[in-house]
């Protein structure tokens, strides 16, 4: 059967069931694009920092950040970093804080999958009970109902409780599969956000150390 002839014997919510279909398919394409592994904690960038830090090159530690700008964990090392000096308590709290900045981008739009798959069945629910008003309104004003006339709107009823169901079942999927990558993508990015606040502040204990002892000697 025509696709087209079924959407246009759906009705006019045929047409907001549509665009939850389209809404749904972007957002899930555009959070795949987005929620990379590798291009939101860049392979290697961890050690690369902490040998920086290691040798005291606190300025080429900066600019791995500034390279790798568009990751969430090169901002929360860039962020930590800025406040290198001020204690352990201060570099701590400034990973927790844009962590949990970073970690919340993680989810964005992914609301609009979960309205999509609760949105679509109500809408089909709306056309259904559209078409079973048509269906009744030719009973109810014809003595001998034509078969066609009442086909019509138990054809809409039908077709939008379908369309809004197969809309919102892969949504459902869709919501869940991109939740999943983005907890994943936030449980490793907290793991390497701990160790580089461990490293600045193990580099700022140990730079602290040495200014001691060079003032004890002299």
Not at 36 to 42: A, D, F, K
Not at 163 to 181: F, H, N, T
Not at 196 to 205: G, K, P, V
């Amino acid at each position: 059967m025509d696709v087209f002839d079924l959407f246009q014997r759906g009705g006019i919510v045929m047409y907001p069931i549509f665009l939850c279909s389209i809404a749904a398919v972007a957002v899930f394409f555009e959070r795949l694009w987005a929620l990379r592994g590798g291009r939101l904690i860049p392979q290697g960038f961890v050690q690369s920092f902490r040998e920086h830090l290691a040798r005291g090159r606190l300025a080429e530690a900066a600019e791995l950040c500034d390279a790798h700008a568009y990751s969430p964990l090169a901002r929360v090392a860039r962020a930590a970093l800025a406040h290198h000096g001020q204690g352990a308590d201060m570099i701590r709290f400034m990973v927790s804080e844009v962590g949990e900045q970073e970690a919340s981008q993680l989810e964005r739009y992914q609301a609009v999958l979960g309205t999509v798959a609760y949105l679509s069945p109500l809408l089909g629910l709306l056309g259904t009970v559209s078409g079973m008003i048509k269906a009744f309104d030719v009973i109810s004003h014809h003595t001998v109902v034509d078969p066609p006339m009442l086909a019509a709107g138990i054809s809409e009823a039908l077709i939008t409780t379908f369309a809004g169901l197969a809309v919102a079942i892969p949504a459902v999927v869709m919501d869940r599969y991109v939740q999943s990558r983005a907890d994943r993508i936030s449980l490793e990015l907290e793991k390497k956000s701990v160790a580089i606040a461990e490293a600045l502040i193990m580099e700022s204990t140990n730079a602290t150390s040495l200014k001691l002892h060079a003032s004890a000697r002299q």
